[in-house]
């Protein structure tokens, strides 16, 4: 009976130890002179270093009393936690790999490749808020406009990103899509917003349910809302096109000696009634729906659908609630340029 309860207690005290943070392989430096506690790690690292890039920990280091819990209720300045004689941090609510990812971004040159676009996602989503949220101002700089690099703000370069159908960030364009848009959300970095909210919303409604999951109910809110807003005027571009199919041809120099005005329809517009904004680029719709046209009246209906998708483009940021693409971009490059 001793022997089985000293089992028992045994089992709970080995369950119990591994519930605790353990000591990360990396980012535990002997000399260190803090030590930052998360659910899965602890991490024993330098203070300047912190305060040099980040003016959070740059404020708390320079409280009397350095300890508690920062990230949620600040503790710091009233009660001294410690961790073999330094001083002991809990950074509240964020996940250990989460703050691996930051710290090894900081402390190795080579482990955060802001340039690359085969980056994985985990790292650049944890850049993202942490950066944000402790105010480390070089790391967030590289990951906005990393970020901003794969989801560009013109309508031709953002036509390519689509036409590719490559993998973004290691993973689904969808998926990375809406994590990068529920982390620029719950960040508040405004700049990426109206650009990943367009990217986001064209996709079925199910698999937008389905994959977000954990986003924040006014985030999917302004997505689902803004996604309405955008397939009413797709909509209503399809539902235009024979009627203004003449006029998208008078200036044309027609091949055919007039004829294409009279004799050119659509046909099957039926199967452009999928509710994304690339489904209707002028080159596809031409190629694919309309007959009896010549090259050059051909030529003259694309382009004629490219301005009225460039005229959607533009008024796009305020589907979501947003300032237009020009103020979207100043707020970019005065991130960029900080």
């Known amino acids: 009976m001793d022997v089985q309860m000293q089992d028992e207690r045994g089992s709970k005290r080995r369950r119990e130890d591994q519930d605790e943070p353990q000591r990360h392989d990396i980012l535990w430096f002997p000399d260190g002179n803090v030590v930052l506690a998360t659910d899965k790690y602890l991490f024993k690292v330098y203070k300047g270093l912190l305060s040099m890039h980040s003016s959070v920990f740059k404020g708390m280091f320079e409280l009397p009393n350095v300890g508690g819990a920062i990230g949620g209720q600040n503790t710091g300045g009233v009660v001294q936690e410690e961790y073999e004689g330094v001083p002991l941090i809990t950074l509240v609510g964020d996940k250990g790999e989460d703050v691996a990812h930051l710290l090894r971004a900081l402390y190795e040159r080579r482990y955060y490749k802001c340039y690359d676009s085969n980056t994985p996602l985990d790292v650049v989503v944890a850049i993202l808020v942490l950066s944000v949220k402790y105010d480390f101002e070089d790391l967030m700089r590289d990951v906005v406009r990393q970020i901003s690099g794969q989801f560009p703000m013109s309508l031709q370069s953002m036509d390519l990103v689509v036409g590719k159908d490559e993998n973004i960030f290691g993973v689904d364009q969808l998926v990375c899509g809406l994590r990068l848009l529920e982390a620029a959300f719950q960040s508040g970095v405004e700049a990426l917003l109206p650009i990943l ?31 309405d807003r955008l397939i009413f005027k797709v909509n209503e571009l399809v539902s235009d096109l024979p009627e203004l199919l003449k006029f998208d041809m008078e200036e044309s120099e027609c091949l055919r000696q007039r004829r294409c005005p009279s004799e050119a329809r659509y046909k099957c517009l039926s199967g452009l009634s999928k509710p994304f904004f690339f489904c209707v680029e002028g080159e596809d719709v031409v190629k694919d729906h309309l007959i009896h046209a010549c090259a050059n ?42």
Request: net charge negative; proline share 4%.
């Open 197 to 227: 909210f367009f990217f986001c919303s064209n996709a079925l409604i199910e698999d937008i349910f389905q994959l977000s999951d954990t986003m924040s109910p006014g985030c999917l809110h302004t997505l689902i809302k803004g996604r």
């Open 297 to 338: 009246c051909r030529s003259s209906v694309v382009k004629s659908i490219e301005e009225r998708r460039e005229e959607i483009w533009a008024k796009i940021p305020s589907y979501f609630g947003y300032p237009g693409w020009e103020e979207m971009q100043a707020k970019l490059d005065e991130i960029e340029n900080s």
